[in-house]
């Protein structure tokens, strides 16, 4: 059975940083490609971020370039998303993806076959 759970979401002030992380079990960790989204309540599911399988190409969202980094590791079964310079509007819902994908990387969640539960970020002003 596959099990994808993420950690590390919390409650920080405008500016400051978080580090989300996500382990994957049940599957070949790295045959997958790893992906962030976030969602607000009442608001589609917006990708943030993916990783290849190898960790050598990435993908960013346009508001999160610049501030957000994803990796992995593989021998951990873990992915990883530093969130740098946190805005208020950053503030969501976090989940954890894992598509299998033979290159590349995308952040269309259609994409995605296996979810973890979400972990809470909420940036206060």
């Known amino acids: 059975q596959v099990q994808v759970v993420e950690s590390g979401g919390d409650l920080v002030q405008a500016g400051g940083s978080l580090r989300l992380s996500c382990t994957a079990s049940g599957l070949t960790f790295d045959d997958y490609a790893m992906g962030w989204f976030r969602q607000v309540p009442g608001k589609e599911r917006e990708g943030v971020s993916c990783i290849s399988w190898s960790g050598g190409s990435t993908i960013y969202a346009d508001s999160v370039k610049g501030r957000f980094t994803i990796s992995r590791d593989n021998a951990k079964k873990t992915v990883y998303l530093q969130m740098n310079s946190l805005k208020p509007e950053d503030t969501a819902m976090y989940y954890c993806?894992?598509?299998?994908?033979?290159?590349?990387?995308?952040?269309?969640?259609?994409?995605?076959?296996?979810w973890g539960q979400g972990t809470q970020v909420t940036v206060s002003s």
């Open positions: 993806a894992a598509a299998l994908l033979e290159t590349g990387v995308t952040i269309k969640s259609a994409d995605f076959r296996y």
